[in-house]
């Protein structure tokens, strides 16, 4: 079984179990003022592991069948070899997770009524290493419409920073944005070969 995978049945059980159990729910969500004052640092990974109801929880998780398995194994445990593509894997998803919030946590270190959750952090290093490591992969719009992952890469980018300006859902949609750059960052130190290659994709591309 793929670590993608197990991290996908894993968030699925606990966010199911957490959107019956608001204490449980409450316990994992980040809350920066609690991290900073109470010592909760289990927050910046609890927190990955639960959603603002089952429409987040899906579209969270179905990002992560589409992309996750395809980059563990064609990027991760096929270039790096098994045990070091896995271990690779997990801290580039957990440590989304993790590095997204940090900003978060700043800002918010003092704000006692703050509190934010989702996976989306994981998830965004997820989509952007596998647009680092192959910028030109056809990625389909609504099922339908192939868009380049680099161009999808960029409006996904454009609209996590605009959406993160007024929202007010407990999602962390700025994790979107630092997640990503941390997917990037991640795997252009792993593999440095890779940021040439980057650039020598995107100069095959032509529009038509």
Partial sequence: MLLSHIFIGITVLISLYATSNPQFLAKCMMHPYSVQHKGEYYRFVSSGFVHNGHVHLLFNMMTMYFFAPTLEIVFFRNQFGNLQGLLYFFLLYVGGIIVSDIPTFFKHKNTIH?????????????????????????????????????????????????????SDDNINHSAHLYGALFGILFSAV??????????????TWRLF
């Fill in 190 to 203: 792993v593999r440095p070969m890779a940021i040439l290659e980057f650039f020598e994709q995107l100069s």
């Fill in 114 to 166: 703050y509190q934010s959750l989702g996976a989306s952090g994981g998830v965004a290093a997820i989509i952007f290493s596998m647009i680092f490591y192959d910028p030109l992969i056809k990625i389909y719009l609504y099922f339908a419409i192939p868009i380049p992952g680099f161009i999808l890469g960029i409006v996904y980018i454009i609209y996590s920073y605009f959406y993160s300006k007024g």
